[in-house]
């Protein structure tokens, strides 16, 4: 259902809110469909995608401007330059991986990230029976951290298990600010350092707690 609540867009056009709710989906069946050689789209094939109605599509997009053609449909390059500029983020991250062991190859293999947050540029490791190219992913040895990092490369995913805190620092000093840490590992970081914790054994036993107080409460 539409909601009348209106907010302004960066154009200074009003868009609803449920409007703007919707432009990540597209922009993500629309990077999808960019990665697999699409360059248009009709509404009708976008709605099968996203499962928004194509008369809600055409609103939406009527929107943004004169965009889409009688026959032709949208052009994806176009819709995806808009919606980016629209939610204001790069969703073009490039991103690091640091420690290409059993669980930095999952990732590796994993690396298309939903089409939306950017994908692992590069990688490192220390083994050199972990370098090379992983999943098309080149993996240096760590280094060549100054010489290989991306240009502009602000996030860096941790999968390392030896010398975590040293590595850290390192990789702050070449510009890193945001970490996505697997180690197990406490680290310190700066004030100006993001660092979000993934760890499996926390999230099993924080279920085990919940499940059991569940029980007891007979839920
Ligand atoms: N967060 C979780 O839920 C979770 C789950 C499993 C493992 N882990 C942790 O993730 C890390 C990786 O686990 P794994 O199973 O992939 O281990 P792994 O031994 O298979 O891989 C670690 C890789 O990092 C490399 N390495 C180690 N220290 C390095 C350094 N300082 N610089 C560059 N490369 C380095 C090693 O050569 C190896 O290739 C470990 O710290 C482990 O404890 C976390």
Redo the contacts with the bound molecule.
């Keep these: 259902m539409l909601q009348y609540t209106w907010v302004i867009n960066m154009e200074s056009r009003k868009v609803p809110k449920a409007t703007l709710q919707r432009y990540p989906v597209y922009l993500k069946a629309l990077r999808r469909l960019k990665k697999y050689g699409n360059e248009r789209i009709m509404s009708k094939d976008l709605s099968a995608l996203t499962g928004i109605e194509s008369t809600t599509i055409r609103r939406d997009f009527s929107l943004l401007g004169n965009l889409g053609k009688q026959g032709y449909g949208y052009d994806i390059d176009t819709l995806i330059e808009i919606f980016n500029e629209q939610l204001g983020v790069d969703f073009d991250e490039k991103i690091i991986l ?7 190859r999952a990732l590796l293999k994993y690396n298309n990230w939903d089409h939306v947050v950017g994908e692992i540029a590069v990688a ?4 050199p029976d ?1 370098q090379g190219t992983r999943f098309g992913v080149p993996v240096y040895p ?1 280094d060549e951290l100054e010489k290989e990092m991306p240009e502009g490369c602000r996030i860096a995913i941790l ?6 805190q ?2 850290v620092d390192r990789l702050i000093a070449n510009g890193i600010r945001g970490i996505v840490d ?4 406490y680290i310190q970081v700066p004030d100006y350092v993001s660092v979000k914790v ?4 926390s999230s099993i036993q924080e279920l085990v707690f919940e499940t059991n107080a569940k029980d007891k409460k007979g839920e």
Excluded: E, M, P
């Design positions: 640091v420690g290409a062991g059993n669980l930095g490192f490791d220390s083994n972990r760590i999968a390392i298990s030896d010398n975590v040293q590595t697997f180690t197990h590992k993934v760890d499996v054994v």
